[in-house]
C-alpha cells in the first residue's frame, strides 16, 4: 500500500513538471491543457499552483559575465549570464534598471564564489568606475540602437546618413578602423554641427543638429568600452549581450501567451525559463 502512494505520487509529480514545461516553454494555454491531459480545468490549475521550481546548482567559476535587463510590465528583470557555459547564474527584479543592479549581482556572484573577469553590458558606462581595474565591453548592439534613436534608420541629412554607414559597421571593425572612421566624420562635419537656431518660444540660440550633436557624443563616452574584447583576446569577451536574446525572447513571448498571470506565477515562470538554457 505504501508502495503504491509513493508511485502515484511520483507520477503526479512527473506529471505536473511535465505539465508546467509545456505550460512554459511550449507556451501552452490551460484550455490546450485540459485536452492534452484529459483534465479539468481546476485540476490544471491546481497543479501549475502547486509546482515548486527546483532550485539549481550552480558550479562557481571564474566567467565573463553578460548583464542586461528587460522590461515585462512594470518591472525589470536584470540576468546575469555565463556566455561560454550558456547558463544564467543570477536573476533579480529590480523597478527600474540602474547601475544599482550590477552592484547587487556581482556582490551576489561573489558571494557564491564566481570569479567575474570582465562585464559586458548595455551602456552604463558608470560601471567602469564602479569596479575599477575590471574589463568593461559596451555592447556593439545597444550602440547601435543608442545612435538610431537619435538619427533615425532613415535618415535625411547627408551627416545623419554618413554617421548611420559608419555605425553599421562597427560590429565588422577594428578599434583602429572605426576610430578613425568616427574621428574623419567628426572633422568633416564639425562646422556643420556649430549651426545655431533661434528657438522661436524662447527667442534664444541653440543647437540646429542637437540629435547628431548627442549621436556624436554617445560614441564618444563609450568608444573607450566598444573594443575591450580586442584588448583581452584570452578572455574571449562578446562585443554583445546577444548571448542573453533567446532567455528574453522566450520570456516575453510566453508570459504575452499567458496574458493575465498573477505575478507570483509570473516570476515562477520567469525563474523556469531563466533556469533553462
Keep these: 500500500m505504501i508502495q503504491f502512494q509513493l508511485k502515484k505520487k511520483k507520477d503526479i509529480s512527473k506529471t505536473r513538471e511535465k505539465?508546467?514545461?509545456?505550460?512554459?516553454?511550449?507556451?501552452?494555454?490551460v484550455e490546450t491543457l485540459t485536452e492534452k491531459?484529459?483534465?479539468?480545468?481546476?485540476?490544471?490549475?491546481n497543479q501549475l499552483e502547486n509546482y515548486v521550481v527546483p532550485e539549481k546548482i550552480f558550479t562557481?567559476?571564474?566567467?565573463?559575465?553578460?548583464?542586461?535587463?528587460?522590461?515585462?510590465?512594470?518591472?525589470?528583470?536584470?540576468?546575469?549570464?555565463?556566455?561560454?557555459?550558456?547558463?544564467?547564474?543570477?536573476?533579480?527584479v529590480f523597478q527600474f534598471e540602474s547601475t544599482y543592479c550590477y552592484q547587487l549581482a556581482m556582490q551576489d556572484l561573489k558571494e557564491r564564489g564566481f570569479d567575474v573577469v570582465a562585464i559586458v553590458g548595455d551602456g552604463k558606462v558608470a560601471v567602469s568606475w564602479l569596479f575599477?581595474?575590471?574589463?568593461?565591453?559596451?555592447?556593439?548592439?545597444h550602440m547601435k540602437q543608442i545612435i538610431i534613436r537619435c538619427i533615425t534608420r532613415n535618415p535625411i541629412l547627408p551627416a545623419g546618413i554618413e554617421l548611420l554607414e559608419i555605425?553599421?559597421?562597427?560590429t565588422f571593425s577594428k578599434e583602429a578602423e572605426f576610430v578613425?572612421?568616427?574621428?574623419?566624420?567628426?572633422?568633416?562635419?564639425?562646422?556643420?554641427l556649430k549651426e545655431k537656431s533661434i528657438n522661436p518660444n524662447t527667442l534664444k540660440s541653440v543647437p540646429?543638429?542637437?540629435?547628431?550633436?548627442?549621436?556624436?557624443?554617445?560614441?564618444?563616452?563609450?568608444?573607450?568600452?566598444?573594443?575591450?574584447?580586442?584588448?583581452?583576446?584570452?578572455?574571449?569577451?562578446?562585443n554583445t549581450?546577444?548571448?542573453?536574446?533567446?532567455?528574453?525572447?522566450?520570456?516575453?513571448?510566453?508570459?504575452?501567451?499567458?496574458?493575465?498571470?498573477?505575478?507570483?506565477?509570473?516570476?515562477?515562470?520567469?525563474?523556469?525559463?531563466?533556469?533553462?538554457?
Excluded at 505550460?23 to 494555454?29: A, D, K, P, Q
Excluded at 542586461?68 to 547564474?89: I, L, M, Q, Y
Excluded at 493575465?260 to 533556469?275: D, F, H, I, P, Y
Design 19 to 29: 505539465l508546467w514545461s509545456d505550460f512554459c516553454f511550449r507556451y501552452s494555454t
Design 37 to 45: 491531459y484529459k483534465k479539468s480545468e481546476k485540476w490544471v490549475r
Design 60 to 92: 562557481p567559476r571564474k566567467m565573463v559575465a553578460v548583464m542586461d535587463a528587460t522590461r515585462v510590465g512594470k518591472e525589470w528583470f536584470f540576468v546575469a549570464r555565463d556566455p561560454h557555459k550558456k547558463e544564467n547564474v543570477y536573476s533579480e
Design 132 to 141: 575599477k581595474g575590471l574589463p568593461v565591453q559596451m555592447c556593439h548592439f
Design 167 to 170: 555605425i553599421n559597421k562597427l
Design 180 to 192: 578613425l572612421l568616427y574621428t574623419n566624420w567628426c572633422k568633416k562635419w564639425d562646422e556643420f
Design 208 to 238: 540646429t543638429h542637437r540629435k547628431l550633436i548627442s549621436a556624436r557624443g554617445s560614441i564618444k563616452r563609450h568608444l573607450p568600452f566598444l573594443f575591450t574584447f580586442e584588448k583581452y583576446p584570452h578572455l574571449n569577451i562578446p
Design 241 to 277: 549581450t546577444n548571448s542573453l536574446d533567446g532567455s528574453f525572447k522566450k520570456l516575453k513571448t510566453s508570459i504575452a501567451v499567458h496574458a493575465g498571470l498573477s505575478r507570483e506565477r509570473k516570476l515562477k515562470m520567469v525563474k523556469t525559463l531563466l533556469n533553462g538554457k
